[in-house]
Nanobody, 120 residues
Framework: QVQLVESGGGLVQAGGSLRLSCAAS????????MGWYRQTPGKQRELVAA????????KYADSVKGRFTISRDNTENTVYLQMNSLKPEDTAVYYC?????????????WGPGTQVTVSS
């Protein structure tokens, strides 16, 4: 099992910045990808950004390119999401995700989520 704990959410004015952190613990071997998703009421959870744990290649949703940056600290088993130039439409619950391929089985793990609210 992998446990994920997010932190860093909160209330910020439009144009401001927040930094989310996600700490992974437990059976973290073979986690090949970590990412951030977000969800608003009535909508599907959507990918915001993802990073490959070895190599560090990244992927971003078009809506956040140039404003958000995902990074990792493998020594701390932590992934970060730096969010700049925040907009009201970025308001959502943000979830950390870890994808693990172990013994030929692909598993997804999720954190409990952290609320990000951007006021106009």
């Amino acid at each position: 099992q992998v446990q994920l704990v997010e932190s860093g959410g909160g209330l910020v004015q439009a144009g401001g910045s927040l930094r989310l952190s996600c700490a992974a613990s437990g059976s973290i071997a073979s986690i090949n990808r970590m990412g951030w998703y977000r969800q608003t009421p009535g909508k599907q959870r959507e990918l915001v950004a993802a990073i490959i744990t070895s190599g560090g290649s990244t992927k971003y949703a078009d809506s956040v390119k140039g404003r958000f940056t995902i990074s990792r600290d493998n020594t701390e088993n932590t992934v970060y999401l730096q969010m700049n130039s925040l907009k009201p439409e970025d308001t959502a619950v943000y979830y950390c995700n870890a994808e693990q391929l172990r013994f030929g089985i692909l598993r997804d793990y999720w954190g409990p989520g952290t609320q990000v609210t951007v006021s106009s």
